[in-house]
């Protein structure tokens, strides 16, 4: 308890300190789920560096992945009267009461990589967020252009059964599948969003598909299943990214490291930088009054190994993937 | 004509058969096997090579349950002693990693023997500390990240091969040799289980139950350390997140379907690595089936219940009885 006065007491000066140093400059609360994976370490480094491109103040709150622990950060928030709050929320429901506060205290809420429940909408100002099912079909469209007219079986390592981000981003795919003919799903199973899972599945996909020799793609809706599925399929004897075309979703630095090597061809980007169009849409609104749109989609870029991907894994690296 | 009570074993025998045959049917190539670079490769390796971690585990928890104890925290000891392998493998020489591994292994074992055995708290609750904060230490360890590695030596660990069958096979082989001659070439086994039987009886009869407790989770946390290095080391890094995960349940089931009573006493090591490869075979047979994952866990739950159930004695006394109903009739 009274280390956790300690740090209100020092946000507080902290907060003090910032408003006395300059007027115009703009305190921002940010309630981060917590470190549940690479890909939050790394928004959370990039929501820091984007803050300080911008000069703005950013305050970020590691909920742990609890509700209640982000429930009582807002308040606090609010009770410290920060400039806009940004909130990565762990679940979708149970938010109407702390937002409901929020917007009397007349503080912007913007959400982070995650949206709520569609009551909550006259909550927040805005929600940024990646579209799943787009970044499927990107991955997909990638593959579409690249294989040509040639037929291909592909064989798809799906995240956790269950979990909204596999369901679309296979949906996603599964549009683009539909629409060329030449393109075949053989086999599709869960490699659970792990390096483990995702070699063990692809050792069975290898075995059932005639030694890999009729496969001619993989698709995994992320990149860590893939570096997984790489390497059995390196076991194998066969030679990834030629011998069978790969394309996965996230671009974590690892997957730049096997593109760069030629053993993977494609990755579609979740970008952990959710912070920047944030600010964004926080200071038009602050400084001209404009309205953002409810939804501001992030862009799904897609890397091949066109993109300089040693380069790019410098780049990411650092950011704590 | 009375039904023969099936001999210990049997039904464990029986089942691997099943539903290896059943495997054999929705992938006919199930048994084929050749050599890829010096190491053999087909669906019966990879049921044994991806069967070794739990295998590992189940050596560990066989004993501690014998002891009337449980082990929860085995998954998260797999994690730390991962995190710790993968973080030293690039800088240091492979016996170095794997007493490294190891000695955490152990560490994390004693930690839970103490508290089972000289503090007296309930084995799944004493075992349940570690398996929360685990996690939390093998993520400080890796700081949240998959720590990746490339030495080559640690990677032999988990891709490598021993006269054409994959290191981890050998190494788990190896344990299991081990294991066998340290409790059943010496009255220890005979004690673990008396231990479990009757702690208070044997307490009384001159057996160290305290020691006995304790050591058996040591071992546990080795085992659990090992299986941990050897994960790593198949995907050339440490993954705190999911390295292990809820693998504790899977080593127990294993132990359960070896026949071992989760109330302790009389158990058996080569039936719980028996379970272990029963659970990894029908892992196998669901991947190489082509059902949508969303049948994975059914599937799994009826085969589990039809071989649990082929053990219950209840069910041997009733087949008793109708074979005397027919009689009669």
Redesign the interface.
């Known amino acids: 308890m009274t280390l956790k006065a300690l740090f209100a007491a020092s946000a507080t000066a902290a907060l003090l300190l910032a408003t006395s140093a300059s007027a115009a400059e703009l305190t921002v609360g940010f309630s981060q789920i917590g ?4 890909w939050r ?1 790394a928004e959370t480094s990039v929501s820091k560096s984007e803050a300080s491109k911008r000069k703005i103040n950013l305050k970020i709150a590691d909920a742990q992945q609890k509700q209640e622990n982000q429930i009582k950060a807002i308040r606090s928030f609010i009770a410290q009267g920060v400039d806009a709050i940004f909130l990565a929320p762990v679940v979708a429901s149970g938010w109407d009461a702390v937002l409901k506060e929020a917007k009397e205290a007349k503080i912007p809420v913007v959400l982070l990589d995650r949206d709520i429940d569609p009551a909550g909408k006259d909550l927040y100002l805005t929600a940024v967020t990646s579209d799943s099912v787009h970044e499927g079909a990107v991955a997909g469209e990638w593959l579409a252009k690249t294989v040509g007219g040639k037929d291909c079986n592909v064989v798809e390592l ?1 995240g956790t ?1 269950g979990a909204s981000v596999a369901t679309n981003r296979k949906k996603g795919f599964d549009s683009v599948v539909a629409k060329n003919a030449n393109l075949k799903v053989v ?4 490699g ?5 899972k995702g ?3 692809m ?3 290898i ?2 598909e005639n030694g890999g020799k009729s496969i001619c793609a993989v698709y995994a809706h992320n990149d ?1 299943m893939m ?2 599925a790489i ?1 059995a399929m390196k ?3 066969l030679k990834p990214g030629k011998d069978i075309l790969t394309v996965s979703i996230d671009a974590v630095p ?1 997957i730049f490291k096997a593109i760069a090597a030629g053993e993977a061809n494609a990755t579609v980007e979740l970008t952990p930088n959710m912070a920047g169009p944030a600010f964004d849409a926080i200071v038009a609104f602050k400084e001209k009054g404009t309205v953002p749109p409810k939804w501001i989609q992030t862009e799904s870029k897609l890397y091949t190994s066109a993109d300089e991907p040693m380069k790019v894994y410098d780049s990411k690296k650092g950011l ?2 | 004509m009375t039904l023969r009570i099936p001999r210990r074993g049997m039904a464990q025998a029986l089942a691997l058969i099943i539903i290896l045959m059943i495997d054999r049917l929705v992938s006919p190539q199930f048994f084929n096997l050749h050599l890829q670079d010096g190491r053999l490769f087909g669906s019966v390796i990879d049921v044994l090579n991806r069967g070794t971690p739990v295998a590992l585990l189940s050596l560990g928890m066989v004993l501690v349950i014998a002891t009337g104890g449980i082990d929860l925290s085995v998954g998260a000891v797999m994690a730390i002693a991962g995190a710790t392998a993968a973080s030293l493998a690039d800088t240091h020489s492979l016996p170095v990693v794997i007493a490294s591994a190891l000695a955490v292994g152990l560490a994390c074992g004693l930690w839970n023997g103490i508290l089972v055995a000289v503090l007296r708290i309930q084995p799944i609750v004493a075992t349940l500390i570690l398996m929360v904060a685990g996690r939390g230490i093998a993520q400080l360890i890796t700081e949240g990240r998959i720590v990746t590695f490339t030495s080559p030596d640690l990677v032999w660990m988990g891709n490598g091969a021993v006269l054409g069958l994959p290191t981890p096979v050998v190494i788990a082989l190896g344990m299991l040799l081990v294991t066998a001659a340290v409790v059943r070439g010496t009255a220890l086994g005979l004690l673990i289980e008396a231990t479990g039987g009757n702690a208070r009886a044997s307490e009384l009869s001159g057996v160290g139950t305290r020691a006995m407790i304790l050591s058996v989770y040591v071992w546990c946390g080795l085992c659990a350390a090992l299986a941990g290095v050897i994960a790593a080391a198949d995907i050339m890094g440490a993954d705190a997140n999911n390295a292990g995960l809820w693998l504790e349940l899977d080593a127990i089931l294993a132990v359960v379907i070896g026949g071992t009573s989760l109330f302790g006493g009389r158990f058996s090591l080569v039936l719980a690595v028996a379970g272990a490869l029963i659970i990894q075979a029908m892992n196998t047979g669901i991947l190489l089936s082509g059902y949508p994952p969303e049948l994975n866990l059914l599937v799994k739950a009826v085969v589990v219940l039809a071989v649990l159930l082929a053990q219950s004695p209840r069910l041997g006394d009733l087949s008793r009885f109708t074979a005397r109903w027919r009689r009669t009739k």
């Open positions: 470190s549940e994976s690479g370490a799906q059964v086999r599709s199973q869960t659970e969003f792990t390096r483990a070699k063990e599945v050792e069975s996909f075995k059932a860590d570096v997984g390497q076991e194998a004897g690892d704590g993937y």
